[in-house]
């Protein structure tokens, strides 16, 4: 059974920095892209940065490069967040995700907040 189980989100003040972890099993992690997502209250799903297998390439969305930072551990089979100078914009429960096939697999999610 394929499971992706986030943790580390918390409440945190604006400016501070926070980690989040993504325990993964039971798939090809090596082989795999990871990526990371949010859904902040009232809004879609959307992505906010991804791996490649090995770890060498990243990428992120707009509103989060310069402060997140996605890494891997393919011995832990386990993927990381690094987020600074959070703002109440960041507010969202973050999900790690992974595409198997035609299949996206997801986490239960963290939630992260912010408050303005």
Not at 55 to 82: A, E
Request: with cysteine.
């Amino acid at each position: 059974q394929v499971r992706l189980v986030e943790f580390g989100g918390a409440l945190v003040q604006p400016g501070d920095s926070l980690r989040l972890s993504c325990a993964a099993s039971a798939f090809p992690f090596n082989t795999s892209v990871l990526r990371w997502s949010r859904q902040a209250p009232g809004n879609q799903r959307e992505l906010v940065a991804s791996i490649s297998e090995d770890g060498t390439l990243t990428h992120y969305v707009n509103f989060v490069k310069g402060r997140f930072t996605i890494s891997r551990d393919n011995v832990k089979n386990m993927v990381f967040l690094q987020m600074n100078s959070l703002s109440s914009e960041d507010t969202a429960v973050y999900y790690c995700n992974v595409r198997l096939g035609a299949t996206v697999r997801w986490g239960q999610g963290t939630p992260v907040t912010v408050p303005a």
